[in-house]
Nanobody, 121 residues
């Protein structure tokens, strides 16, 4: 059974940084494509960043240059380093494990329960 557990969220001031973690069990963060998504209040869930099993990354335009997705194979953990945070980054952030080596949505995908990031002064 695949489980994904996010952590690292919290309250941060505009311009600050946070690093989110997603620990996986039951599957490998390196053998599968992985992704970070977010959902702000009243809005649909949106893609933040993805990484394929080969290491290719993709970012939403709104976070490119500020956020970095990475993974640690030994710890079986996915990360999202978030810098220069803005109030509009406030959302619940979710980790996604794709049932594929590429970030293509499918029936074998798994989601974590999310971690809340609040950017406010």
């Amino acid at each position: 059974q695949v489980q994904l557990v996010e952590s690292g969220g919290g309250l941060v001031q505009p311009g600050g940084s946070l690093r989110l973690s997603c620990v996986a069990s039951g599957s490998s963060v390196s053998d599968n494509a992985m992704g970070w998504f977010r959902q702000a209040p009243g809005k649909e869930r949106e893609l933040v960043a993805t990484i394929s099993s080969t290491g290719s990354t993709n970012y939403a335009g709104s976070v490119r240059g500020r956020f970095t997705i990475s993974r640690d194979k030994a710890k079986n953990t996915l990360y999202l380093q978030m810098n220069s945070l803005k109030p509009e980054d406030t959302a619940v952030y979710y980790c996604r494990l794709y049932g594929s080596i590429y970030p293509i949505p499918g029936a074998k995908d798994y989601w974590g329960k999310g971690t809340l990031v609040t950017v406010s002064s």
